[in-house]
């Protein structure tokens, strides 16, 4: 692993993004239309955005971060210039952690803006302080981002990528907790969900809007980071310098 | 004597699924010449290339790039890969392709100024890659390779779909670099081509066929083009292999049948 080759990686990856306006727009606003949308569903039933506000507060910015981060490099695999750098002094380690890096300076920006609109625009009832809700909806776009590098090893095509997103994210949401409480879950699928590490995020998530302080809060963001830095290893695990 | 050398390829055998792309290459390329490899698509010109820069997996064999084993840690600072279809960031500009490459190789800040100069790129150095002409992506791409000084610049097809210009221009270009003692590995389909060059390799479907110089070429085959001399090659190969696989497949019939 190489520092400066890693912050030369990142700056590339923000200053293609930089090219790409519309996609700086829909990353950083999209999660918060959606927050939104939300909000004005629940507008006429009092307290159940307050309940739900802040776990979906986890989902989007995990849900783009998957997406983009695995598109963005497929692209380089597909285009060539992956080839290329694997023939360049660049280590593998380098390559992930620059995409990792890049990506979550976009998540910080995105989870600021998406928690200020929740907190400020919806009035998201929050108990505990606001910097933690940013933390986690930061490490949540990072396991996202983490999860889309690893994804995108075994995608060929764009349309493949995509298709791995309720492959690998849907069961996350429909098991995370959000739909119903994890211990109301038959025993299999509360196992299951003991397993995903979105559950702990919205685990995280609630702990903040009720509150809670400490290892309630800091253990399950812990566990989501564990899991974000086992699909970065995976992922550099499965980029190869030599293919067939 | 090995300094003269800078490939050196022995036994090599390359798998893609059942098929066989390559099954017992051997070849020597000399230093600070141009080399050109030239063949039909899909006989395996992209494959060789890639076993060169070492991102080709392969099944068995040795190959050795200026001296050390192909795909070794040294050797990434000395060669240098361009890709079929350039291989650039089309939403960078110029210059943030150039500077990444440079940064990645801890190229000293002016070599990106330099390599500039020597594609003639200078005025479009802000632009986005993506807003240039073939020409020009392909010369971002070959910009790319001459960061860092390499002493090997392997180029995969760099003229194709170019103007006759340009090419004559890149050419030139891959001239000069040679006069410096660079040594070029260029593939083309382009048979013209093959007169630019100081030595050629032959390919047809994952063989060399032959390994020869341009001059050679036209002599050996009597041919007035490299296009007709290439044919001519390639009809002599047709004879001689299908004569060896019939061969082949005679000996295995008999052993077949020895074996019931």
């Known amino acids: 692993m190489n520092g400066s080759r890693m912050f030369a990686t990142a700056g590339r990856v923000l200053g293609q993004l930089r090219h790409d306006p519309r996609s700086i727009a829909l990353m950083v606003i999209a999660p918060s239309l959606l ?6 569903l629940f507008s006429d039933q009092d307290g159940v955005f307050d309940r739900f506000g802040g776990a979906i507060l986890a989902l989007f910015p995990f849900v783009v971060m998957f997406l983009v981060t695995s598109i963005t490099t497929l692209r380089e695999r597909r285009s060539g210039t992956l080839e290329r750098l694997m023939t360049t002094p660049l280590d593998k380690a380098d390559f992930i952690l620059g995409y990792a890096l890049a990506f979550g300076l976009m998540a910080l920006l ?18 505990g302080p606001l910097w933690q809700l940013g933390l986690v909806a930061v490490v949540d776009a990072l396991l996202g981002t983490a ?20 492959l690998l994210v849907f069961p996350q949401i429909i098991l995370g907790g959000l739909f119903m409480p994890r211990d109301q879950m038959p025993d299999v699928l509360q196992a299951v969900s003991d397993w995903l590490p979105l559950s702990y995020a919205i685990d995280a998530i609630n702990a903040v809007a009720a509150g809670d302080e400490g290892w309630d809060v800091f253990g399950p963001v812990l566990i989501v980071v564990a899991f974000a830095v086992g699909a970065l290893v995976l992922a550099s695990l499965t980029l190869r310098r030599r293919t067939p | 004597m090995m300094n003269n050398v800078a490939v050196a390829i022995s036994q090599l055998r390359v798998r893609r699924g059942r098929t066989h792309v390559f099954d017992g290459v051997d ?18 010109k992209t494959t060789l290339m890639r076993s060169i820069v070492g991102v080709q997996k392969i099944a068995s064999g040795e190959v050795t790039v200026l001296g050390e084993p192909a795909g070794s840690r040294r050797l990434r600072h000395r060669a240098a890969y361009g890709t079929q279809g350039g291989a650039v960031y089309g939403d960078l500009s110029v210059r943030q392709n150039l500077a990444y490459v440079a940064a990645l190789l801890r190229a000293p800040r002016h070599d990106v100024d330099r390599v500039l100069d020597e594609v003639g790129l200078r005025a479009q150095s802000g632009q986005l890659v993506d807003s240039l002409s ?12 001459l960061i860092g000084s390499p002493e090997l610049i392997v180029l995969d097809e760099p003229t194709v779909g170019l103007d006759p210009v340009l090419r004559a221009e890149l050419w030139e270009l891959f001239r000069g670099l040679a006069d410096r003692g660079v040594t070029m590995i260029v ?20 063989r060399i066929i032959a390994d020869t110089t341009p001059a050679a070429l036209l002599e050996d085959t009597g041919a007035a083009d490299p296009d007709a001399a290439f044919l001519t ?10 004569d060896t696989r019939r061969s082949r497949r005679e000996a295995r019939g008999q052993h077949e049948e020895a074996g019931e």
């Open chain 1, 110 to 127: 995105q989870a600021g803006i998406t928690v200020s609109f929740a907190v400020g625009v919806c009035g998201l009832d929050v108990e």
């Open chain 2, 187 to 206: 593939s083309s389909h382009v048979m013209d081509e093959a007169l630019r060059c100081d030595r050629l390799l032959l390919m047809r479907e994952g």
């Open chain 2, 27 to 44: 070849l020597v390329i000399p230093r600070g010449q141009i080399t050109g490899l030239l063949g039909p698509s899909g006989c395996g």
């Open chain 1, 35 to 40: 927050v939104g949308l939300f909000a004005w």
């Open chain 2, 134 to 145: 073939g020409g020009q992506r392909t010369r971002v791409s070959l910009a790319m390779a």
């Open chain 2, 233 to 242: 090659l390639i009809e002599r190969d047709r004879g001689i292999h299908s």
């Open chain 1, 147 to 166: 999860l889309g590098l690893f994804a995108s090893a075994f995608a060929q095509t764009e349309f493949q990528a995509v298709q791995f997103m309720p």
